[in-house]
């Protein structure tokens, strides 16, 4: 079975299981999704693009990932 990567519909926005959305959205603000959803209808196609997306992950992954969650936490108790 694959993914779709969006909901078929804007209707179903919300009711996105099924989906590669639902599978990648931890988003903790509705901007967060806006702009998750944005990446996905609209990927990257220069390689320097990409590379510099990868490294910022990484930092958020890594060496930022502490301060990265308590972004989170803040961000998800409505503090946006």
């Known amino acids: 079975h694959n993914l779709q990567p969006l909901p078929p519909s804007p209707v179903s926005l919300h009711t996105h ?11 903790t603000t509705p ?14 196609g220069r390689i320097a693009d990409i590379e510099l997306r990868q490294d910022a992950v990484a930092d958020l992954s890594g060496p930022l990932a502490e301060a990265a969650g308590q972004a989170r936490k803040l ?5 946006y």
């Open 75 to 79: 961000l998800a108790g409505g503090a």
């Open 17 to 27: 299981a099924g989906t590669l959305l639902c599978v990648l959205d931890h988003c």
């Open 31 to 44: 901007f967060g999704r806006r702009r998750l959803r944005q990446w996905l209808c609209r990927p990257l």
